[in-house]
């Protein structure tokens, strides 16, 4: 796990892919923050020390990206209260299937929905939904970067305006330009909106703040 800085203050680093951000769910070890506290006994990462890591924004287990982690509470109520007031944001890039124009942005607002039944979860954008099943509004900016014609794919810059679980994998499956090999929701478009049912309990997903999710 590559370090980028580390003060008194705060912890960032490069998380690589293949790897979640904390235990959850079916994951119950070998976690980035569980990683790093046995790896890195200097940084004196929690154990009672006072070093312990805040979780300020989340990323799936299968993105990689520059992740944030206070480590003290009035860090993390600094920065929770810059990603609120937009003075900090947050973007990703992804592959995605099809032709976005270099240059477009597009919108993407759909109400993401999380229902859990019988020991597992489903996640999906549920725009026709009405009443308490739905969902959390969630906005997401989706701009094109290039596009490949021989792969048939583009390179586009996300921006979530809200922080849901698995928000930019929902979005962009919705509008039809699904993140490649994404494995929960790289197929086609449903009709009926995106959905994919996992383990219950496991990642965060998108989003990250206030417990919503985290990115991804």
């Known amino acids: 796990i590559e370090i980028l800085l580390c003060d008194d203050d705060l912890l960032a680093l490069?998380?690589?892919a293949g790897m979640p951000v904390h235990h959850a769910g079916r994951y119950r070890r070998n976690s980035l923050v569980?990683?790093?506290?046995?790896?890195r006994p200097e940084l004196g990462l929690g154990n009672g020390r006072g070093g312990g890591l805040h979780i300020l924004h989340r990323?799936?287990?299968q993105v990689s990206g520059v992740l944030l982690l206070p480590r003290t509470s009035a860090a993390s109520a600094m920065l929770n209260e810059a990603l609120r007031d937009g003075r900090m944001r947050k973007r990703y890039l992804a592959r995605v299937r099809g032709a976005v124009p270099p240059g477009a942005t597009l919108c993407v607002t759909?109400?993401?929905?999380?229902?859990?039944?019988?020991?597992?979860?489903v996640t999906d954008c549920c725009a026709h939904a009405v009443g308490d099943d739905c969902g959390k509004h969630a906005t997401t900016l989706v701009r094109g970067i290039g596009h490949d014609e021989a792969s048939g794919t583009s390179l586009v810059l996300c921006e979530p305006i809200t922080g849901r679980s698995h928000q930019l994998r929902l979005h962009l499956q919705r509008i039809g330009h699904s993140i490649v090999d994404d494995p929960l929701y790289g197929g086609e478009q449903r009709a009926s909106g995106a959905g994919r049912?996992?383990?219950a309990g496991g990642e965060g997903g998108e989003g990250g703040e206030g417990g919503e999710g985290g990115e991804g």
Do not use: N
């Open 110 to 121: 759909a109400p993401i929905r999380v229902r859990s039944s019988g020991g597992s979860t």
């Open 34 to 39: 569980e990683i790093l506290q046995a790896e």
């Open 59 to 61: 990323l799936d287990r």
């Open 197 to 199: 049912r996992g383990a």
């Open 14 to 16: 490069s998380k690589p």
